[in-house]
């Protein structure tokens, strides 16, 4: 027999809002029924419409407030969604920090059963504003003129965005130049529907230590109406400019960036420091958004893995090397391994760059290559894994636990999947000693996390 909801779709209701989900909605519940609101902050009455029912939870809108959070922060109707991705944009910076910080305590106590275990207070950033070295923003035409900025929430219309309060200044300045000197020059944007027209992304990257910029015109064509003019005259308004790169994506597809790229002026990289350790940044290359936040994350991760220069340590996901450069000064031997080789390419190149000679960098999946590296004797005193959102593989963390590396330091970008992956190991044989969360990403719902996990001798 079918469960009678207590409410159904188009019903007016008041609510008083118990949690956030985590993606930041408001958590209201009728009659025990979970109601998913968004921009509803806990303790805060209101009345809502019921625009979504389904067997377990329902979507609500927020019609009006009868009782704020002292966590709200009012933000003109002009300026929601102006910035993209800001979930959290309607609370303020302290209440934010709360809600990340109780969210991975709650994750951790439901999911890995950890309840009991130590989580510091969050780490948040002094300015939590203009932290972004990096924007690629899509490109589209409104009433005859080109147009970019951010897609509106759940749609692929465009807000046409002169300035993000989360990106570097230089990168605001970069995108609003390129849009301007591409609607100057009458270059078409691209037609998502049609498949038709030329520009269909702008992406800047910054140095945030160096000031480097380099600017990428990502279109569906292989040529660019005017493009000696385009580049002459982004070499003209934007002197901090070092790199102009043309990439080509043809396809009918939301991924941004496609498979050719060419450089139309200057060089191929850009340059930055986390830290001592320099990195060149490619068009493709995967770097850290939050290079300020991405030090205090390694610094810690450097710590827990307590090195005293006669360890050997495997950094699982190591993408171009970030962490593994860091480890790297402070061990005897550090096995990196990617499955993306580009970012291996990245990795060694940046080792080069550094100096750094104790490293060794392998293509591969991580369940498979640090078996065979354990077969070969390279077993680790320390494991760092940073893995993407959907946490370690399995064969990796069973892996983890017949290798029994004295250590184990967790990154996470995720903490369910973190809690998850927490759990196999402690019933592996680990105990999670430490938790330091760190807001990488203010104003937005993600919050990542440095884990310390030691070996229980039996």
Not at 193 to 198: D, L, M, N, P, S
Request: aromatic share 6%; glycine share 8%.
């Amino acid at each position: 027999m079918s469960r009678t909801l207590p409410v159904k779709k188009n019903d007016y209701i008041e609510v008083e809002f118990e949690d956030l989900t985590h993606d930041g909605a408001g958590v209201a519940k009728v009659d025990g029924y979970p109601l998913f609101v968004a921009s509803g902050l806990p303790g805060e009455k209101a009345k809502v419409k019921v625009i979504k029912t389904g067997k377990s939870y329902g979507v609500g809108r927020l019609i009006e407030l009868y009782e704020k959070s002292p966590y709200r922060v009012d933000i003109p109707a002009s300026e929601k969604h102006k910035y993209g991705g800001c979930q959290l944009e309607h609370i303020s910076y302290e209440g934010q920090l709360k809600y990340k910080e109780n969210q991975v305590r709650q994750v951790l106590a439901r999911i890995g059963k950890l309840d009991d275990v130590q989580v510091h207070p969050i780490i948040g950033m002094d300015n939590p504003w203009h932290y972004r070295n990096k924007a690629q923003v899509p490109v589209g035409e409104k009433d005859g003129k080109l147009i970019a900025g951010f897609f509106k929430p759940r749609s692929h219309e465009i807000i046409d965005t002169d300035e993000s309060l989360i990106q570097l200044p230089e990168v605001n300045e970069a995108i609003q130049t390129v849009k301007e000197i591409c609607r100057k020059l009458e270059i078409p944007a691209y037609d998502e529907e049609a498949h038709k027209g030329v520009l269909r992304h702008i992406m800047a990257r910054c140095g945030r230590q160096t000031g480097e910029l380099m600017v990428v015109v990502i279109t569906r064509t292989e040529d660019i109406p005017h493009k000696n003019k385009l580049i002459e005259e982004i070499i003209a308004r934007l002197p901090k400019v070092k790199s102009i790169i043309h990439n080509v994506n043809s396809k009918r597809t939301n991924v941004i960036l496609g498979e050719k790229t060419t450089l139309l002026w200057g060089s191929e990289v850009i340059y930055d420091y986390i830290g001592d350790v320099k990195f060149a940044i490619s068009a493709l290359s995967f770097y850290q958004i939050n290079p300020v936040q991405t030090k205090v994350l390694y610094d810690k991760a450097l710590e827990y893995a307590g090195l005293s220069g006669e360890e050997s340590v495997i950094d699982a996901y190591c993408g171009i090397g970030t962490i593994s450069l860091f480890l790297a000064q402070k061990s005897s031997k550090v096995f990196g391994v990617e499955v993306v080789p580009e970012a291996i390419k990245d990795a060694r190149r940046n080792a080069d760059l550094n100096g750094i000679t104790n490293v060794e960098f392998a293509v591969g999946q991580a369940e498979v290559v640090i078996p065979k590296w354990y077969k070969e004797g390279n077993a680790a005193d320390v494991l760092v894994v940073d893995p993407p959102r959907k946490g370690c593989d399995a064969a990796l963390l069973q892996t983890i636990i017949e290798m029994k590396p004295k250590k184990v330091v967790y990154v996470s970008c995720n903490p369910a999947t973190l809690a998850r992956d927490l759990r196999i190991l402690e019933d592996g044989g680990y105990m999670t000693l430490e938790v330091q969360p760190v807001d990488m990403f203010p104003h937005t719902s993600h919050v990542e996390c440095v884990v310390l996990m030691s070996r229980v001798e039996k």
